[in-house]
């Protein structure tokens, strides 16, 4: 068994303490910032735009749908032998007016298609659904036109944005689980391929299904890039720079695609040519996935120390560290590998490098503590991204420019708040207090809706819902990936993903009920769950109080082991400050 230094814990303190004196904040600095965090230069700036890009990406695919089906104008297609009259003709005699009087209904026509001559002026002709097709105007295809997605068809709708979020929930797990058991990078360079492949797949989708399972494995490669990219960020920053960097790569991806579908895609109108320009971002994508390297901290954590050193040294080269304290750190490190290596056959031994082979995605469930954490946190994942995607499918967002135009004006402002907020009340208080008025602004829909609000009343609280729902987010991101530890960082987080995917599935089908009544119930469901799981997210540990763990020794003890490498190699650059200090000390008493 290895002797502790009886005065190590009154020296870990003061390591763990120095850095919070001297911040602005209450974030602890934790050890791995120290041995695998060589400043911020271009090696975080990378990962940072790989996983804005991700992002911009997810964004981008799932709300290009809207542009992907543009509506078209249509009606009743005449029987075949009534195929010699003209269109013109056909729509004034043989398609029925709606309520209003004056536009022509879309999905009915009358039988018999023509006046009789002795019916004297009288119209007895019956209205029946369209037997023989749509006819539409003369634009440029949509989906809507390609497939014939009208009238009683219009479920398909539905059912393509179902199926999008499906293929996500799918592929996550086994996404986060490979994430863990071989390395981050890896997944991200088959799921960035896969994404490839199946966006410029869909624009030679002939058939309906192709065309659904295109975009379904569009969206789980998506999704699977988006989780992975953010572990990387998350364990490449350090803990003062983590809330702005996630905060640019979550909202920022999302502002760029907003603007991106507003700008560019608004200008084009063939559905083909709108896939392949939401593709061409992309292409950064791989580009940068082609650059980054593996995540240190997960290689650290599984024992691929030689391949760790590998990365650190091009990291300390690019952000142009000072070599000789990248030398003293890593020889400090591999000093104390040694020697915890030499005592791993001692089965008392705590040591945080015992080895990830015997850790399971099981550990999520099993631990009481991580159980504990999963069962908030999907819940939280959840009901928020179904009420998010209700609202992204929904009429006010599918037809109302002025709201998208809203969003894509307060969301640059809201940044740089949600950045202040993260940063200075917390993870968990700043989780609790989005979803709480988020409830509030829910219920306040749900009021609206029952007593028939205008609808600049109702667009205005989709636009405050949309915003908190990106502090939200980033929230929420940060969060959970703080709270599970390395080794299980994938699983924690793409299970987690998962259950805003599941939400995101049903919140599409929620736009299906029409009634105000009907709507003003189904907000006041979501206003009491998004309140119920605000007031549990309080239960959760402020991860701004503990430092992140990188094996599942590090949870259970809540704390890093004193012995370890990172411990070390920290000590070493930490007394060696202190002797400077003291030499500066005497030479101004002298």
């Not at 979020?165 to 890896?186: K, N, Q, Y």
């Not at 991806?253 to 971002?281: C, N, T």
Request: charged share 15%; glycine share 6%.
């Amino acid at each position: 068994m290895p002797q502790q230094n009886p005065e190590a814990p009154q020296e870990a303190a003061t390591m763990v303490s120095a850095p919070v004196t001297a911040a602005t904040s209450t974030v602890l600095t934790s050890p791995l910032d120290h041995i695998l965090i060589f400043g911020h230069g271009w090696f975080q700036r990378l990962v940072l735009l790989c996983t804005t890009l991700a992002y911009f990406t997810t964004v981008l695919q799932a709300a290009a749908i809207n542009s992907l089906a543009r509506p078209a104008d249509h009606w009743c297609r005449p029987p075949a032998e009534y195929a010699h009259v003209p269109a013109e003709i056909w729509r004034n005699i043989s398609v029925p007016l709606e309520a209003d009087g004056v536009t022509r209904h879309k999905c009915l026509r009358y039988e018999p298609p023509l006046p009789s001559e002795e019916e004297d002026g009288v119209e007895e002709r019956s209205t029946i659904p369209c037997d023989a097709g749509w006819d539409y105007e003369v634009e440029a295809a949509s989906i809507i036109r390609e497939w014939n997605i009208v009238c009683e068809r219009d479920w398909i709708m539905t059912a393509l944005i179902a199926a999008y979020m499906l293929g996500g929930v799918i592929a996550l797990p086994f996404s986060g689980i490979a994430a863990d058991r071989i390395g981050r990078r890896p997944v991200l360079c088959i799921w960035t391929f896969l994404i490839m492949f199946a966006g410029i797949g869909v624009v030679f989708a002939k058939t309906l299904i192709a065309f659904a399972a295109l975009r379904a494995l569009l969206s789980a490669a998506a999704a699977s890039v988006v989780v992975t990219s953010t572990m990387v960020l998350f364990e490449v920053t350090d803990t003062q720079h983590r809330a702005l960097f996630c905060s640019c790569a979550v909202a920022g991806g999302a502002l760029l695609a907003s603007v991106y579908q507003a700008v560019v895609l608004g200008m084009v109108a063939d559905w083909k040519a709108v896939q392949i320009v939401s593709m061409v971002p992309t292409c950064g994508l791989v580009l940068g996935v082609y650059l980054m390297e593996e995540s240190p901290c997960w290689l650290l954590a599984v024992l691929k120390m030689r391949r760790a050193e590998d990365v650190l040294s091009w990291a300390a080269r690019v952000n142009n560290a000072d070599p000789n304290d990248f030398k003293h750190r890593l020889s400090a490190l591999r000093v104390e590998l040694k020697r915890q290596q030499e005592q791993q056959q001692d089965p008392g031994s705590s040591d945080i490098f015992s080895g990830p082979q015997d850790v399971y995605v099981t550990e999520l469930m099993r631990n009481q503590s991580l159980r504990h954490r999963s069962l908030v946190t999907f819940g939280c994942w959840l009901v928020g991204f179904a009420v998010y995607y209700k609202l992204l499918t929904g009429q006010v967002m599918r037809s109302n420019d002025g709201t998208q135009i809203a969003l894509v004006l307060l969301r640059l402002p809201s940044i740089i708040v949600n950045v202040i907020i993260i940063t200075y009340a917390g993870r968990r208080r700043t989780l609790s207090l989005s979803l709480i008025i988020m409830a509030v602004v829910a219920g306040a829909l749900a009021i609206g809706h029952t007593v028939r609000a205008p609808g600049y009343v109702l667009a205005a609280l989709v636009v405050v819902w949309m915003l908190l729902f990106d502090l939200y987010a980033v929230t929420l991101f940060i969060l959970t990936a703080e709270l599970y530890p390395t080794v299980v960082r994938g699983a924690g987080l793409a299970f987690s993903y998962t259950c805003g995917r599941v939400g995101a599935v049903i919140g599409p089908f929620l736009n299906e009920i029409h009634s105000s009544d009907m709507k003003g119930l189904m907000y006041a469901v979501a206003a009491a769950l998004l309140l119920f799981f605000g007031v549990m997210a309080l239960a959760l540990p402020e991860t701004t109080e503990l430092q992140p763990a990188n094996t599942m020794h590090d949870f259970a003890a809540e704390k890093w082991q004193l012995q370890s490498p990172l411990r070390v190699a920290r000590r070493g650059s930490k007394r060696k400050r202190a002797k400077s200090g003291q030499s500066e000390i005497q030479r101004a008493a002298k």
